[in-house]
């Protein structure tokens, strides 16, 4: 008999571990849903720094985790946002460690042209809102740029119409920056292209544009979607040259448009607002030139007109100076008769006095005059002395100051030899007004004994001769000894007298 029974029987149902039933689960999921597409709205984005991808793909009664790995995240052509729908591409697995099934996503696409122009508005206004599309920071296209940067592809058609309508309007030189205009790697080309050439200094190795062009051709809104992106975007509006947006045809609009500072509905239209036509800025410049020939010509003649309307109101130089000449005739006629009257009275006035002067007279007057002139020549010996000894060192002076001119003459320079020639003759002059000579002159004499300069009665008296200089000569004279104070003559050759001259 046993102590315990089972209360009820085991059965045949196999027993399994957690990690089993979860393997299990998770080979059925990935066999049976190894490559699906998921359409659903997307929640919850989250992008750590790992790289990877997580967010929610749901609809209105279910979600679904879903996670892009970071090279398969780095690979989408559109990135996730809150709210977009779209259609993602993928396989779906499990996760054991917290026992919930999500989905690998590959790629992803947006679920129609709805749900991408939904995302473009949203973008569309969160830039605005930052001010990357104000019309304040739109910088002026220059008129006639010397260098042209195009942002496109190399092999397209549109390089090709932008440099012919370049060519047929103004030919300008083109550098071109090869890039994607379409795919994953369209955006981060074209926003390298555009930050690349501002890059480039004025004076470098490769020469700096005065305009961008960033130009592609027409296509839907998924083949322009790089043009949209956020980078591309903000290079557009950080651009240092003005830049020139040429994305799509006419109606195709992109986010870069309106962060260029200008738009051009087409490739070609982009060149024709580069420059201007080369033909009409030749006829506007010949028309400029022939209006202002014409205008210069209306010019003169108006003022050749009223200088001779002023002309008419002014009197003949001939008639203002007839007056003048006719007194100069007149003054001139009479200038002869009066001449010769007045010499005629002056001669009769010195033939009167003429008649009176007696030779004896004179010869009375000149010896009172020459002991006159003895005696204050006596009292003026001390002074003239000590002006001729002044007279003659300044004369040595002036002597070698000439000499140091007359150097200097002969180095100078005409315009220097001129001043000094001045300078030199006005010297001379000082120096004649200076000399003794010209003391002389104003009725002064120098008295010498024995060939030596006296200045005292006593050195005159005890001299053998005495030479006394007047401004015209020497005179020879004897002293002759007498009472101080009263100089006596020597010999009196003074005629008898023969009354008053005059």
């Known amino acids: 008999m046993e102590l315990f029974e089972d209360s009820e029987p085991t059965g045949n149902a196999p027993e399994f571990t957690v990690s089993e039933i979860s393997g299990a689960v998770k080979r059925l999921i990935e066999g049976e849903f190894a490559h699906v597409r998921v359409r659903g709205e997307i929640s919850r984005v989250s992008r750590p720094s790992s790289g990877h991808l997580y967010f929610d793909l749901k609809d209105d009664r279910s979600v679904i985790a879903a996670v892009s790995w970071k090279g398969q995240a780095a690979r989408m052509s559109v990135r996730p946002e809150e709210g977009m729908e779209v259609i993602a591409t993928g396989r779906l697995t499990t996760f054991p460690g917290q026992s919930k099934y999500q ?16 995302m473009l508005e949203k973008r569309k206004a969160a830039f605005a809102a930052e001010g990357l599309f104000a019309p304040e920071r739109k910088k002026p296209i220059p008129y006639l740029p010397e260098l042209i940067g195009v942002v496109t592809s190399p092999s397209g058609a549109v390089i090709r119409d932008i440099l012919h309508r370049l060519r047929d309007r103004f030919p300008r030189h083109v550098l071109i920056w090869p890039v994607a205009v379409q ?24 020469p700096r544009p005065d305009l961008l062009i960033v130009a592609r051709g027409g296509g839907s809104i ?92 002014l009197g003949r130089p001939e008639g203002l100076t007839a007056p003048s000449r006719q007194r100069l005739d007149l003054w ?99 120096r004649q007004t200076l000399g003794y000579r010209e003391t002389l002159r104003r009725g002064y004499a120098v008295v010498r004994a024995d060939d030596r300069l006296v200045t005292s009665r006593a050195a005159a008296e005890g001299a053998r001769t005495l030479e006394v200089e007047f401004h015209d000569g020497r005179l020879a004279a004897v002293p002759v000894a007498g009472p101080p104070g009263k100089p006596r003559r020597a010999r009196d050759d003074t005629p008898p007298d023969q009354g008053q001259l005059l």
Do not use: Y
């Open 183 to 206: 795919g994953d790697k369209c955006a981060p080309e074209v926003a390298a292209a555009i930050r690349g050439f501002n890059a480039l200094r004025p004076g470098g190795p490769i």
């Open 332 to 430: 001139a006629e009479r200038l002869g008769p009066a001449l010769r009257a007045a010499a005629t009275a002056k001669r009769a006035g010195f033939n009167a006095v003429g008649g009176r002067v007696q030779p004896g007279l004179l010869t009375r007057f000149i010896g009172i005059e020459r002991a006159r002139l003895a005696e204050r020549g006596a009292r003026l010996a001390p002074a003239l002395a000590r002006l001729a000894r002044d007279a003659h060192r300044d004369n040595t002076q002036r002597r070698d100051r000439l000499a140091e001119l007359a150097g200097r003459l002969v180095a100078a320079p005409g315009a220097r030899l001129t001043a000094l020639s001045e300078r030199l003759a006005a010297l001379d002059r000082t």
């Open 222 to 313: 998924e083949d322009l979607w790089g043009f949209n992106e956020e980078v591309v975007v903000r290079a557009a509006a950080e651009s240092e040259i003005p830049l020139i947006s040429a994305v799509g045809h006419e109606t195709d609009t992109t986010l870069i448009d309106h962060a260029a500072d200008r738009r051009a509905p087409t490739p070609t239209a982009a060149a024709e607002m580069a420059v201007p036509v080369r033909m009409e800025l030749l006829a506007a410049t010949a028309d400029f030139s022939a209006r202002l020939t014409r205008a210069i010509a209306n010019r003169q003649d108006q003022r050749r007109q009223r200088l001779a309307d002023l002309a008419r109101a």
């Open 103 to 118: 989905l690998i996503v590959d790629d992803i696409v947006p679920a129609g042209a709805g749900a991408l122009m939904m």
